[in-house]
């Protein structure tokens, strides 16, 4: 049973414009949420977190909304650069910071079009 | 800045060998973790480990074994390769306060 899903496997957003990936989770424990990204042959590279005490935290181009009542998260990416291509993984834990390894999603593979 | 080193970048291996996978880090970290990565299926957790000589079962331990006689260094075994256990293999790392690190990764080719 997928507990963090990531339903789109790909997105395709033009330059400048906001990319949105989305991730719903259904344990109710998850109590911390993060996304990786991740280029070709490299392993996944931390982007930003949030707990559940928070409802968005922001880090330059990238903003994290998390909707415990829907038990939804999203990342939001403004502007979109060309290097913004990658896949992204949502990743969750119920140990408050990974202890016990995190629970990711399938990825979404975002491609940023010139 | 935390440095996950695995031994090698890529891998070709025949059927029924024994493969090791190795990982250092360099942070002094307690828990270590082996993930396969596969398109469609994301990061998997193999196996972790809270401490030297300890480790715990992930979500797919079959066919993989697991040795952590220093707590810098983290191995992966597979006992007997099969085509199936052909994908990337991520080693990582945690410590408190900061996010799971990952290594560059070994991309595995079993023929």
């Known amino acids: 049973d997928q507990q963090v899903k990531q339903n789109s496997p790909s997105l395709s957003v033009q330059e400048g414009r906001i990319s949105i990936l989305n991730c719903d989770y259904t344990n109710s424990m998850f109590d911390y949420f993060l996304w990786y990204k991740k280029y070709p042959a490299e392993g996944p590279t931390f982007l930003i977190s949030i707990s559940s005490i928070k409802d968005k935290n922001e880090d330059g181009r990238f903003t994290v909304f998390l909707n415990k009542s829907a038990k939804h998260l999203s990342l939001h990416i403004v502007p979109s650069q060309p290097g913004d291509s990658a896949v992204y993984f949502c990743?969750?834990?119920?140990?408050?910071?990974?202890?016990?390894?995190?629970?990711f999603g399938k990825g979404t593979h975002l491609i940023i079009q010139p | 800045d935390v440095k996950v080193t695995q031994s090698s970048r890529y891998l070709v291996k025949r059927t029924g060998e024994k493969v090791f996978l190795e990982c250092v880090q360099d942070m002094d970290h307690e828990n270590m973790f082996w993930y396969r990565q596969d398109p469609g299926l994301g990061l998997r957790l193999i196996y972790f480990s809270y401490d030297v000589k300890m480790k715990e079962k992930g979500d797919i331990p079959e066919g993989y074994s697991v040795s952590r006689e220093k707590k810098e260094r983290f191995s992966l075994i597979l006992e007997s390769a099969s085509t199936n256990q052909t994908s990337m293999y991520l080693c990582?790392?945690?410590?408190?306060?900061?996010?799971?690190?990952f290594g560059n990764g070994t991309r595995l080719t079993v023929t």
């Open positions: 990582a790392t945690v410590g408190r306060g900061s996010p799971l690190h």
């Open positions: 990743a969750a834990s119920a140990a408050g910071g990974g202890a016990d390894g995190l629970t």
